[in-house]
């Protein structure tokens, strides 16, 4: 069983900065890809970014090359989404998955079987 935790969201105005984390606990998590998915209202879940067991792959959605940088630290079983330039579209609620099996390149959301219960970012004007 793997428990995911988010924290980090919140407001920031337009062209801030912010980091998401997300803390994993449970049995046999140390080789799991991580990934972020965001979900802005109105709209399907989107993927954003992933990362392998020990950050030799990576892999960027479209809307997230350039601006947004996920990474993990292995020792503190925590990964994060470091977001850059924020623009109002990037208003979304964003949710950080793992799973044994997915490889950094997997991009759809049924390939992960553990997920955070999401946190809500808002970019001000």
């Known amino acids: 069983q793997v428990e995911l935790v988010e924290s980090g969201g919140g407001l920031v105005q337009a062209g801030g900065s912010l980091r998401l984390s997300c803390a994993a606990s449970?049995?046999?998590?140390?080789?799991?890809?991580r990934a972020w998915f965001r979900q802005a209202p109105g709209n399907e879940r989107e993927f954003v970014a992933a990362i392998n067991w020990c950050g030799s792959s990576i892999y960027y959605g479209g809307s997230a090359k350039g601006r947004f940088t996920i990474s993990r630290d292995n020792a503190k079983n925590e990964f994060y989404l470091e977001m850059s330039n924020l623009k109002a579209e990037n208003r979304a609620v964003y949710y950080c998955?793992?799973?044994?099996?997915?490889?950094?390149?997997?991009?759809?959301?049924?390939?992960?079987?553990?997920w955070g219960t999401g946190n809500k970012e808002t970019v001000s004007s």
């Open positions: 998955a793992a799973d044994p099996i997915a490889a950094a390149n997997t991009t759809s959301e049924s390939a992960y079987n553990y």
């Open positions: 449970g049995r046999a998590i140390s080789s799991l890809t």
